[in-house]
């Protein structure tokens, strides 16, 4: 009996399909867009925020309004300088930053009713004001803070912190 041999084709890869991959780019792209969190307010005074034991993560971000108490950055040329003329040192060289703007404490009314103001009813009953205060701050630039949110109704209030590395 002859042998027979079957030649076969020699067997190539197949090419890489890569129809789909733009629309794997996209997902991508649109997932980093959802997630991300731009910062609102640009930074006009320098903060350290003080560390804590007991720190807990804020929930609900969107019924929180941030007040921020610090020394004063350098104003760089070219940027825009704050709106309001009235902003004076609390107390020293400390300064106060509502939104994007320096302020006073007689500010803080006006800025609790307008941030109320802007947020739906479910938010409203949320409402938690954070202080991210520099840790030199004296007590009595926060107690005076604290004295201007409790006229205004603002009663939850937060402290923002870092958390202390166990030992």
């Known amino acids: 009996m002859k042998r027979r041999f079957i030649h076969r ?26 997630v991300t ?5 640009e930074p006009m005074v320098k903060f350290t925020v003080p560390q804590g034991s007991e720190v807990q993560k804020i929930e609900h971000k969107a019924a929180v309004t941030y007040i ?10 070219g940027a825009a300088t704050p709106q309001s ?6 107390q020293g060289e400390f300064f106060m930053q509502l939104n994007d703007q320096l302020a006073t404490l007689d500010d803080i009314k006006a800025h609790i009713e307008q941030e109320r103001g802007r947020m739906n009813s479910e938010d409203q009953a ?15 630039i926060i107690g005076d803070v604290k004295r201007q949110l409790q006229q205004s109704f603002a009663l939850r209030i937060n402290y923002s912190a870092t958390e202390r590395p166990q030992n």
């Open 9 to 34: 084709k020699g067997h190539e890869m197949p090419g890489l399909n890569t129809s789909s991959l733009p629309d794997l780019i996209f997902t991508v792209l649109f997932f980093f867009m959802i």
């Open 37 to 41: 969190h731009m910062r609102d307010v």
């Open 68 to 77: 921020y108490i610090g020394r004063r950055l350098p104003v760089q040329e």
């Open 85 to 90: 003329s009235t902003a004076e040192a609390l």
């Open 126 to 140: 949320r409402m938690t004001v954070s202080i991210k205060a520099d840790k030199d701050v004296p007590m009595g």
